[in-house]
């Protein structure tokens, strides 16, 4: 079976984002129409043409491998056969933001081996921040080293989380975590794209991060990133994490524990 090099995908990825994130600044700012995938999720004209722009880079590169992107699903690979890598996609995180003009959304690519991620990348087309990580290679913000910060007291830290798209059904599974966050952290973020929010964990700029609901497109590139930075990523118990397990707890290390301590609390129904 022939092996993989997880930087040469981590430099395919990194290329592929930088195509599709021109993409997105192009688009950026102009008057969308976006439609509507549940009652508060969008999708733009743009999360299709950076999909297809990306799954047909995919294609054309690695004709062996096979693809999960966010709207049009997997795709097998065009040379047929069975696949030794799964790219794992999401055109555009944070379509929220960009329909509404904010100017905080980004790529995120990712390459699966046996199920285990083995490198990813990360673009910010706005501010033109690629970061990237490759298995065992440590990460990197446009080909610097970056690495997690050494907090290690909630008081001190600057959290970011964010809130699922059937929130209005269900407020009464995501609020009281929020609160119990809310009153111990020196702050709380929610800005709209969970695969920057972990790039951003992985080089000092938020301490720790918490989500429910993620798909594995969301969280793909993000942890590997996150790891690759000295950081820590597990499900909300402590327990081993997997990208389709939906629920991510991502911290520097240190507040690991901390954090943790706080979800069980919550659970258990204390503030
Ligand atoms: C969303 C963003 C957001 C998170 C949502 C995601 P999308 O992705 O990452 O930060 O809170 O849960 O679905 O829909 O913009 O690709
Ligand atoms: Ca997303
Ligand atoms: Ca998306």
Redesign the pocket.
């Known amino acids: 079976m022939p092996s993989v090099d997880p930087v040469a995908l981590r430099d395919a990825a990194g290329e592929l984002a930088l195509e599709a994130g021109a993409l997105l600044r192009d688009g950026f700012g102009r008057n969308h129409a976006p439609e509507r995938k549940s009652r508060i999720?969008?999708v733009t004209e743009y999360?299709r043409r950076s999909e297809r722009m990306l799954v047909e880079g995919i294609a054309r590169r690695f004709p062996t491998h096979a693809v999960l992107a966010?709207e049009s699903g997997g795709h097998a690979p065009p040379a047929g056969g069975p696949a030794l890598v799964r790219w794992l996609i999401?055109p555009?995180?944070?379509?929220?933001?960009?329909a509404h003009n904010y100017p905080f959304?980004g790529v995120s690519i990712a390459a699966e081996v046996a199920e285990t991620v083995v490198a990813g990348a990360v673009y910010d087309p706005v501010r033109e921040e690629l970061f990237a990580a490759a298995h065992g290679q440590g990460s990197t913000l446009n080909g610097r080293p970056i690495r997690v910060s050494e907090i290690a007291r909630l008081e001190d830290a600057l959290l970011v989380?964010?809130?699922?798209?059937d929130v209005r059904e269900h407020p009464e599974r995501i609020l009281p975590l929020f609160k119990a966050f809310l009153v111990r952290a020196q702050g709380v973020r929610?800005?709209?794209?969970?695969?920057l929010?972990l790039c951003y964990l992985a080089m000092g700029r938020f301490d720790g991060f918490w989500?429910d609901?993620?798909?594995p497109?969301?969280v793909a590139a993000g942890s590997l990133i996150v790891r690759e930075a000295g950081g820590s990523v597990t499900g909300y118990d402590g327990g081993a994490f997997r990208i389709d397990a939906r629920q991510i707890l991502a911290s520097n290390g240190p507040l690991h524990g901390p954090m943790m301590a706080v979800i069980a609390r919550s659970a258990s129904g204390e503030e």
């Open positions: 999720d969008l999360d966010e999401d555009l995180d944070g379509t929220t933001n960009f959304f989380t964010g809130f699922p798209y929610r800005d709209g794209s969970a695969a929010n989500e609901d993620l798909a497109w969301d």
